[in-house]
């Protein structure tokens, strides 16, 4: 099938009001939507109640990474202005998504300081900046604002608010330009609610870059790969995580980035401790080894995301056909917007065990 072909089997409608403009009040009160996978049953709830459908042995992967304020404004030499989303430091230098073609050699100023384009690359482009890129993080404080996703309209868009809306209790490792937004709805109380039960909780790291903005293509079709973005397990992490897998212990993966962080450090069966690169791209029920369960968000129709989450729907040997587990997540979104479930950053989520 080409891409448009692929896509369409991942598109549905949903009214605009559906999507969340703010999180839910306090944030653990968001709905949850417990699916179990070999029955076929649902249940529904709300995550300060996650404990209930969770086994006292269960461990909860968190992705600890941090947003970054990556969005900025630069004046041209012409005295126009260009809006940049930082992406990664690349050596000495950055790479950006611009909102207009620039020009190599030319020079933007962000107030006092000066970042130089050198060259395009892909569909953005590689700046050198006048300050040492070991002092971005401090650069993008002063002068970023946190990158909101196009669908989010009416909230409160200011730098304070939209850093701590849009920014996980334990995020801890800066390099994201997109929170982690399963994590969002646990709170203090949740965690210790969960921590009371015996339920472990630990974190590996993937900073969420490129690949959450940009649209599959057929090279992502082809290739089978996303953009690469970063991400580490730890050698404590990993010796944990593989001693709790051996028990039989089930590993619960809170969002897709948790999901690719883990299932990118698999070496022959066994979690390994692992910095580097992934463009994992997950269409395949198959492609699963180390993730029993998975807490998400409703994701957006034809993405990446939803294709992860429907695979792993149809992970179990209950399903004959690798599709049926797209058609049930298909049937579960249909079912949830009739709910009046909230989608997408700020909404609700689901619990697939």
Not at 46 to 74: G, H, M, Q, S
Not at 167 to 173: L, R, S
Request: aromatic residues 10%; hydrophobic residues 40%; glycine residues 6%.
């Amino acid at each position: 099938m080409n891409l448009e072909e692929v896509l369409k089997e991942y598109d549905y409608q949903f009214p605009e009001s559906a999507i969340a403009q703010y999180p839910a009040r306090p944030r653990d009160t968001a709905k949850l939507l417990v699916y179990e996978r070999e029955s076929g049953r649902i249940a529904e709830d709300i995550f300060l109640n996650l404990d209930k459908y969770l086994p006292k042995d269960a461990v909860l992967v968190f992705n600890n990474t941090k947003v970054l304020p990556a969005r900025f404004e630069a004046d041209k030499p012409t005295g126009g202005k260009v809006r940049l989303l930082y992406i990664r430091t690349v050596g000495q230098d950055i790479f950006c998504l611009a909102d207009r073609v620039l020009e190599e050699g030319m020079e933007l100023r962000v107030k006092r300081q000066i970042v130089k384009v050198k060259k395009r690359e892909g569909n953005g482009w590689l700046l050198e900046p006048d300050f040492s890129t070991k002092e971005i993080e401090k650069f993008l404080e002063k002068n970023g604002r946190v990158p909101l996703p196009p669908y989010i309209k009416h909230f409160d868009k200011s730098a304070g608010v939209a850093m701590r809306e849009y920014q996980t209790i334990f995020a801890k490792k800066s390099g994201s330009v997109a929170a982690p937004t399963a994590s969002l709805h646990f709170t203090p109380r949740l965690l210790n609610k969960l921590k009371k039960k015996g339920i472990a909780i630990k974190y590996v790291t993937l900073h969420v870059g490129l690949a959450t903005f940009a649209p599959l293509t057929p090279e992502h079709l082809a290739s089978g790969k996303l953009h690469a973005e970063e991400y580490s397990v730890d050698s404590a992490t990993a010796k944990f995580l593989n001693s709790a897998k051996a028990k039989g212990r089930p590993i619960v993966a809170v969002g897709t980035t948790a999901v690719r962080a883990l299932e990118s450090a698999v070496v022959g069966g066994k979690l390994k401790k692992l910095k580097g690169e992934t463009s994992l791209f997950i269409r395949d029920p198959k492609q699963f080894k180390f993730v029993d369960s998975i807490i998400t968000n409703f994701h957006v129709p034809k993405s990446s995301l939803l294709m992860l989450v429907s695979a792993f729907a149809g992970r179990r040997p209950s399903f004959a056909k690798a599709t049926d587990g797209r058609e049930k997540i298909l049937q579960i979104y249909k079912y949830a917007l009739a709910k009046r479930y909230r989608l997408f950053s700020f909404g609700d989520g689901m619990l697939i065990i």
